[in-house]
């Protein structure tokens, strides 16, 4: 059997079985079947009278009136910069124990310290909904199901324009995280002036066999270079195997004219 939910205010709630899923029409006063749960689709959160918005791993976003089996087990899930951390527990860094939720509240910890390098710079993901060890995806432009934290900016790409998404707080990275994103790769410019660099990066990215102490040596040679010609820059890690060499800019010059330069 199961038990109708029409929430006012807001609760998360975990599933502990199947769950029929069915949008409310107001005006016509009907209630429409959507579809039945799947098994890795099971965490939601009901928020406002007749509304759920369903969080899951490809960001499934459905508004309606929800039915679930009566005498289910309701708990709230945490909450790291006012975004709700579904699947806190799961590993994403298995060989260092590093949980959805660790990661969370390391961003928010270090965020005046994230938010700066992000801030105003679309975004390219990498989403690794399982963990960095399992299947991941590359993603460029928004869709409907992203979270209100995260703003986005229309870029003319295509003959047409695609929404990019930016994080501009605290809150969006975590949100990006809930996404599974594990990457967030920025521009090298800023909004408004997308076509003007405010830097420029030298991406060191060796061959596996390559020892490491070569590729400290390359960059360290990249950077006496830079000095002479009086660019200051710093050294930033990929989170991969090798190494960044980023060269802060004053955004007076075109992209084409920076990547002369380079």
Known sequence: ATASAVCGGRQTVQDAGPVRYHRWDRASQTLTHL????????????????TFSFSAR?????H?????????????LPTVAD???????????????????DLAEYYAAVGDWIVPQLAGRPLTLVRCPNGWDK????????????????DTIDIREGGGEQPYM????????????QMGVL????WGSRAPKLSHPDRLVFDFDPDEKLAW????????????????LGLAAFVKTTGGKGLHVVVPLDPTRAWDQAKEFC
Do not use: M, W
């Not at 039915?67 to 087990?73: E, I, K, L, V, Y």
């Not at 975004?83 to 939720?101: C, F, H, M, Q, W």
């Not at 990457?183 to 920025?186: K, Q, V």
């Open 166 to 177: 930016i994080a501009n707080s605290v809150s969006a990275v975590v949100a990006l995280l």
């Open 213 to 228: 102490d070569s590729i400290v040596e390359g960059v360290n040679v990249l950077r006496k270079l830079l000095d002479t």
């Open 83 to 101: 975004v709700v951390i579904s699947n806190g527990d799961k590993l994403l860094y298995p060989e260092a124990g590093i949980t959805k939720r």
């Open 135 to 150: 299947p991941c995806f590359f993603q460029k432009h928004a869709n409907q199901s992203i979270s209100e934290f995260i």
């Open 58 to 62: 490809d960001g499934l976003e459905v």
């Open 64 to 76: 309606g009136l929800a039915t679930f089996p009566a005498g289910r087990r309701r708990t709230a």
């Open 183 to 186: 990457e967030l790769h920025p």
């Open 35 to 50: 579809f039945d749960n799947q098994p890795a689709l099971n965490d939601y959160t009901l928020a406002n009278v007749e």
